[in-house]
């Protein structure tokens, strides 16, 4: 059932969600998040009105504009192409539960079309949904091992050099840090720089050092 509603969304949505063959990734995609929703206040309390805008690059694509009716329910309102290429306005109501925290506070969820509890939603032409139905797709389930290594040892070395703008990481310990914290990040390095050297000699015919 899942499957069928999310294609009768996206024949109703926007012309580029339409070719079956495109898949939807949810890095191209917008998405809204129960948490931030909830830690920033947007559903603190009743005829609580707040907006969000979408950009791509520096350009503003649209703005999504969010009323709580309760802790329970929020309504968003959007606009998305229709059938002919006209902007259409969108209102969509979804159902909020919530769950306790192990030191007080609750975290916020979506409850789904198809009745998922999920923290994410993602849109996908015309609604938002949850990764299942709307058929979201991870970049990296489509990724080989070599480009999934590459990306993690290149998101280490960024993260810690922006954080430590003196270090030169992994050769080198950055200041303020503790040594057990550094011979574990650089352990975590070399072992990826091994499997990545591996992996690129099966695929080039060549040893990398």
């Known amino acids: ?37 909830n830690t920033q206040g947007c559903l603190a309390s009743a005829g609580t009105r707040w907006s969000f805008t979408w950009t791509t690059g520096r350009e503003v694509t649209n703005r999504l504009r969010g009323l709580t ?36 506070g609750s975290k916020a969820w979506f409850l789904c079309e198809c009745g998922k509890r999920v923290g994410t939603l993602y849109f996908t032409g015309r609604w938002f949904l949850c990764r299942h139905c709307g058929e979201v797709h991870y970049a990296s389930k489509y990724e080989s091992e070599l480009e999934r ?30 040594e057990a914290t550094f011979r574990r990040l650089a352990d975590t390095y070399y072992e990826m720089y091994a499997r990545w050297r591996e992996l690129l000699a099966k695929k080039s015919g060549r040893e990398y050092w």
Not at 8 to 28: E, H, N, V, Y
Not at 79 to 95: H, P, S
Not at 156 to 174: A, G, I, T
């Open 1 to 37: 059932m899942a499957k069928s509603l999310a294609k009768r969304f996206r024949q109703g949505g926007a012309k580029m969600f339409t070719p079956k063959s495109l898949r939807l990734m949810a890095s191209d995609t917008f998405c809204i998040y129960s948490n931030a929703l």
């Open 69 to 104: 009716h309760s802790a329970n329910e929020i309504e968003i309102t959007y606009t998305v192409y229709g059938r002919q290429g006209e902007l259409e306005e969108v209102q969509q109501t979804i159902q909020m539960t919530y769950t306790d925290l192990n030191f007080g």
């Open 149 to 178: 290594i590459t990306f993690k040892m290149t998101k280490l070395v960024v993260q810690l050099r922006e954080r430590y703008p003196d270090s030169n990481f992994p050769d080198d310990k950055p200041k303020r840090m503790r």
